[in-house]
């Protein structure tokens, strides 16, 4: 049980607090990632991949610790988990983003949606218009509600603190060095690969979950079969597809990156997303993440306490 209410309450501290402006953990270990890479940066796969391992071994076993050092101790379990959860979250912080780059578009002020955009993710806004940043903002929430919010959630609920920490540094890794620019497409492949596994049941239970949120899960389901295969991506495919059919809007199209570009397909049957859409995104959005939520705490409460009576007999948490 010490697993279920700390992955909620750590959920709730997301969803109230937010990250925090200053000593954020996942700075801290992108700001550690960034001098390692100093060091062993070459373009090379090995080299990606010991530095890989390195960093994302390195913080599972930290999480393995904590976890093995609370779990006879439910109180503790349950604040270090909510610790955990808490730090590895970012539903706030994306709903923040769609919040401000609403109001800029509803503001008309394209030159500062454009600046913000980067917050989202690394497309290039130099020419985009505002149905275009509109667009962007939707497709960088349905695939970081994945990334953010229910995979970690989902990995916090089947491994505990190790899940939750292995994910995230995983994944902040992934954002640092996981492009197809000339830098990093040998570096940065083994994050790149990891992420894509460690994402592969998350993205689709988001996209599940999506249909549920939405009460459209037949249309859900229809649009994410039909279209996903058209998206280069394994995991962002199932979930942009899943968030148009339950949006009822057409997603997708050929994003410029600043050193290359990439067809995204067509997802969907409705009308390109406005401006409008962007509030509703991040409602729906919301809503996935709740479903998550509950999703990992009845994981968490079935895999811990299924390790408890067959393992030794008694209950410790």
Same mark, same amino acid.
């Given at each position: 049980?010490?697993?279920?209410?700390?992955?909620?309450?750590?959920?709730?501290?997301?969803?109230?607090?937010?990250?925090?402006?200053?000593?954020?953990? /996942?700075?801290?270990?992108?700001?550690? &990632? =960034? *001098?390692?890479?100093?060091?062993?940066?070459?373009?090379?796969?090995?080299?990606?991949? /010991?530095?890989? &391992?390195?960093?994302?071994?390195?913080?599972?076993?930290?999480?393995?610790?904590?976890?093995?050092?609370?779990?006879?101790?439910?109180?503790?379990?349950?604040?270090?988990?909510?610790?955990?959860?808490?730090?590895?979250? @970012?539903?706030?912080?994306?709903?923040? $983003?769609?919040?401000?780059?609403?109001?800029?578009? $509803?503001?008309?002020?394209?030159?500062?949606?454009?600046?913000?955009?980067?917050?989202?993710?690394? *497309?290039?806004?130099?020419?985009? $218009?505002?149905?275009?940043?509109?667009?962007?903002?939707?497709?960088?929430?349905?695939?970081?509600?994945?990334?953010?919010?229910?995979?970690?959630?989902?990995?916090?609920?089947?491994?505990?603190?190790?899940?939750?920490?292995?994910?995230?540094?995983?994944?902040?890794?992934? =954002?640092? /060095?996981?492009?197809? !620019?000339?830098?990093?497409?040998?570096?940065?492949?083994?994050? &790149?690969?990891?992420?894509?596994?460690?994402?592969?049941?998350?993205?689709?239970?988001?996209?599940?979950?999506?249909?549920?949120?939405?009460?459209?899960?037949?249309?859900?389901?229809?649009?994410?079969?039909?279209? &996903?295969?058209?998206?280069?991506?394994?995991?962002?495919?199932?979930?942009?597809?899943?968030?148009?059919?339950?949006?009822?809007?057409?997603?997708?199209?050929?994003? !410029?990156?600043?050193?290359?570009?990439?067809? *995204?397909?067509?997802?969907?049957? @409705?009308?390109?997303?406005?401006?409008?859409?962007?509030?509703?995104?991040?409602?729906?959005?919301?809503?996935?993440?709740?479903?998550?939520?509950?999703?990992?705490?009845?994981?968490?409460?079935?895999?811990?306490? @299924?390790?408890?009576?067959?393992?030794?007999?008694?209950?410790?948490?």
């Amino acid at each position: 049980m010490s697993r279920a209410i700390g992955l909620l309450i750590g959920f709730a501290a997301d969803r109230l607090v937010g990250d925090p402006h200053r000593f954020h953990p /996942v700075a801290g270990f992108g700001q550690t &990632a =960034a *001098r390692l890479e100093k060091h062993l940066y070459a373009d090379s796969r090995v080299n990606g991949t /010991v530095h890989t &391992a390195v960093l994302v071994g390195g913080t599972t076993v930290l999480g393995l610790a904590a976890e093995r050092l609370a779990r006879r101790h439910p109180i503790l379990h349950t604040a270090v988990t909510a610790a955990a959860t808490w730090t590895v979250l @970012g539903a706030r912080s994306l709903d923040r $983003e769609a919040e401000t780059m609403a109001a800029l578009l $509803e503001e008309k002020d394209i030159p500062a949606a454009r600046d913000r955009l980067s917050h989202l993710c690394a *497309r290039d806004a130099t020419d985009l $218009e505002a149905d275009e940043l509109a667009r962007a903002t939707v497709e960088s929430l349905a695939e970081n509600t994945s990334d953010a919010c229910v995979a970690p959630l989902l990995w916090g609920g089947v491994l505990g603190v190790p899940g939750l920490l292995g994910y995230r540094a995983a994944n902040t890794l992934d =954002a640092m /060095v996981g492009y197809k !620019s000339p830098k990093y497409l040998n570096f940065g492949w083994a994050s &790149a690969r990891l992420d894509d596994v460690l994402n592969l049941l998350p993205a689709r239970v988001c996209a599940l979950l999506t249909g549920l949120a939405a009460g459209r899960v037949q249309e859900t389901t229809r649009v994410w079969r039909r279209d &996903a295969p058209k998206h280069p991506s394994p995991n962002a495919g199932p979930v942009e597809a899943a968030f148009a059919g339950a949006l009822g809007l057409t997603l997708g199209g050929t994003n !410029s990156y600043g050193t290359y570009a990439e067809d *995204r397909g067509t997802l969907g049957d @409705g009308p390109a997303p406005t401006v409008a859409d962007v509030r509703r995104t991040a409602a729906l959005a919301r809503r996935v993440g709740m479903a998550a939520a509950v999703l990992a705490a009845a994981i968490g409460r079935q895999v811990i306490g @299924g390790q408890a009576i067959g393992g030794r007999g008694k209950r410790w948490s």
